[in-house]
């Protein structure tokens, strides 16, 4: 499993670790992601979506039909059958 947040699109950037002597060697930041489960009041289900946590205090704002919408997330509002 990749990470990536699967709304914002978010994943590791890749920098420099300088030390007091100015050597440069090569990581990664990491994003902060998180396994999160959430319900949908219209679809009348839950889902659960790999998120990083600025995605989750934005949920806590205005919701997840609205953050859904936002991103257009490919899942929310198809019609299954």
Do not use: D, P
């Amino acid at each position: 499993m990749s990470k990536v947040c699967e709304l914002t699109g978010k994943r590791a950037m890749i920098g420099n670790r300088v030390s007091h002597a100015n050597n440069k060697n090569k990581r990664r930041f990491n994003i902060n992601l998180c396994k999160k489960r959430f319900f949908l009041t219209k679809e009348k289900k839950w889902i659960t979506l790999k998120i990083c946590t600025s995605v989750i205090k934005l949920i806590n704002k205005i919701g997840i039909e609205n953050t859904l919408k936002r991103f257009k997330y490919k899942y929310y509002g198809k019609k299954r059958k």
